[in-house]
């Protein structure tokens, strides 16, 4: 906390909760994860090469199954530190590395 302020990590996607197709049910053992429905321009997550209908099923080796597990990881920690995302992009799994930045209040 700075100044009184919590201080919270951004990406820069919006999206929801959706099943798993069964394939990557079977292989990952959940049947739930976030699909990304929008990249913001300049973000972490534009940097990191999401892409719209990616399925995010793990961040930082925790297991995402709804945007909340998502908002729980965003704390002031994970600011500037490169983290692993695990995503399903055309039925096959895909490690890509992510730098939240702060987010900007305001």
Known sequence: MLDGRVRRAYLGIGGGER????????????????????????????????????LLVEAAGRELRSVAD???????????????????RDGEERRLSITPRELATG
């Open 70 to 88: 998502l908002q729980r990881l965003m704390t002031e920690e994970m600011i500037g530190r490169a983290i692993e995302l695990v995503v399903v």
């Open 19 to 54: 099943p798993l197709p069964p394939r990557i049910v079977a292989r990952l053992g959940r049947d739930r994860g976030i699909e990304v429905a929008e990249v913001v321009e300049g973000s972490p997550a534009a940097d990191a090469g999401l892409q719209p209908e990616d």
